[in-house]
């Protein structure tokens, strides 16, 4: 048994576990953060992903003592990081997919969306092929990946303030926020690299 110590979404934890448990069986199964997902269990579908130093990390091959002095992030994590660093509502991310209808049975989402989180960190505007490329090791079993790859699309063309407008028969105060993804019923913006 060892006693690990762990920073994982802006809090100082300590937990005890097999010294070979992997990140995602303490995750789970000590501090009781579920939103990470067991699916393979060997890294080929990316339910599982976290971010470590911001980074896209697969925790269930991932040895857990090799997070410690790192920064971990969970996807419980998403929204109050993003409230602490002074946002309101969701992360823009969330409030994307749930815009974009981007989520069918959920199981792929906290994979998705932190992936996602990284790639716009890394890249604020993406062409299509880096959001594909970012999101490949993410499988999703029911999306058909179009209007993910559209929520992704949405929160880059948000911030450069090129996102058209809400469609007119969708009041904005139906949505959860910001409005119908605008992208759903038109065609998906290029971005100059693309055209
Ligand atoms: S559960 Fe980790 S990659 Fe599938
Ligand atoms: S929404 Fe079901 S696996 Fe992606």
């Known amino acids: 048994m060892k ?6 979404n ?9 010294a070979h448990w992997t990140l995602l069986e303490v995750l789970r199964y000590r501090l009781g953060l579920t939103g990470s997902k067991q699916g393979c269990d060997k890294g080929d579908c990316g339910a599982c992903t976290v971010l470590v130093d911001g980074a896209p990390t697969l925790s269930c091959i991932t040895v857990a003592a090799l997070a410690e002095g790192r920064e971990v992030v969970t996807i419980e994590g998403l929204m ?22 981007a989520l069918q049975c959920g199981f792929c989402q906290p994979g998705m969306l932190l992936s996602a989180k990284a790639l716009l960190d890394r890249v604020p505007d993406p062409t299509l092929q880096q959001i594909r490329e970012a999101l490949a090791g993410n499988l999703c079993r029911c999306t058909g990946y179009t209007q993910i790859f559209q929520a992704v699309q949405l929160v880059a063309a948000e911030r450069a ?12 105060g139906d949505a959860p926020s910001g409005g119908e993804c605008p992208f759903r019923e038109g065609t998906v913006p290029q971005t100059p690299a693309e055209v």
């Open 3 to 8: 006693v690990l110590r762990l920073r994982v």
């Open 10 to 18: 802006g809090d100082e934890v300590e937990a005890a576990a097999p």
């Open 80 to 101: 109050p990081l993003h409230r602490k660093a002074g946002g309101s509502g969701p992360d823009p991310v969330q409030d994307a997919f749930d815009r974009c209808g």
């Open 161 to 172: 303030g090129r996102a058209p407008e809400p469609q007119s028969w969708r009041r904005a």
